[in-house]
């Protein structure tokens, strides 16, 4: 892998498509993760202003001070760098207050999982709006084209997609390359929107190794019935969460009407 050609590759990208898009700079969500350290610091690394927004909704203490810690780490190392939080924990709560409940234990969990997700869109583009800036997704290639997993018009609502052409395994590579800080590089993958301390591998079945194995795998044109043991495991995890969130990946489904029927 040719990191330091990716590298650039990826700011020369962010870099043009700002100018060409007449805005002023980029927001991002920084959750304490891999993916949006490495993320902040490309867009860090176009000169360009960079907003970093914390925004806590009954978050682990240790989720926010890694996000902290790699928005000071950014403020010492690049200029143009502006870190806030937003604590969304009380419009989250008063959100919950006034949804109804479902006795449906799981789907209830999962909706407001992704409610969270939704509210820190949300806030995203009310900052990227006020100051004229783009809103830079995190998502990389195996949760926005492998397992789907990503809230659609949460983490999955963005204007620009920096590392999602990256393997998580290159996300790390990347991370590496650019110095960011070891407890980051070193935790555990979650998306934290439960307000637990459960990791992706927990929710997915799988980690990233296994799901990179298995998306190359369908690249090749080989199906879980081509393996056995915990190979054939972890392409069934893959192809079931493909099928169920094809539906994010694709385009809006748009019911074309007859051109004739419209004179």
């Known amino acids: 892998m040719q990191t330091e050609k990716i590298v650039n590759h990826i700011v020369n990208w962010l870099t043009d498509y700002l100018k060409n898009s007449k805005q002023k700079g980029f927001v991002i969500g920084i959750s304490g993760g891999i993916d949006s350290a490495v993320t902040s610091t490309l867009c860090a690394r176009t000169g360009f202003p960079v907003l970093c927004l914390d925004m806590p909704i009954h978050q682990a203490e240790n989720q926010v001070s890694r996000a902290w810690n790699h928005i000071e780490w950014l403020k010492k190392n690049f200029e143009r760098i502006e870190g806030k939080t937003v604590h969304l924990t009380p419009v989250y709560d008063e959100f919950v207050k006034e949804v109804e409940k479902s006795e449906n234990e799981y789907s209830y969990n999962l909706s407001l999982a992704n409610s969270r997700a939704r509210l820190r869109m949300t806030s995203l583009y009310y900052y990227a709006g006020l ?21 659609k018009y949460g983490d999955g609502g963005v204007d620009i997609s920096p590392i999602a052409d990256l393997m998580k395994s290159e996300v790390y590579k990347i991370a590496e390359f650019l110095g960011i800080n070891q407890e980051i590089q070193k935790a555990a993958p979650t998306d934290g929107l439960f307000g637990d301390n459960r990791t992706d591998e927990d929710q997915i079945g799988a980690n990233y190794d296994e799901l990179e194995w298995a998306m190359k795998a369908v690249e090749k044109g080989q199906i879980s019935k081509d393996f056995s043991g915990r190979e054939r495991e972890v392409m069934e995890i893959y192809e079931k969460r493909h099928r169920a969130n094809l539906h994010k990946m694709v385009p809006i489904p748009v019911c074309e009407i007859p051109k004739e029927w419209k004179i």
């Open 131 to 151: 100051h004229g800036y783009i809103v830079a997704g995190t998502g990389n290639k195996v949760e926005d084209f492998g397992v789907g997993f990503f809230t």
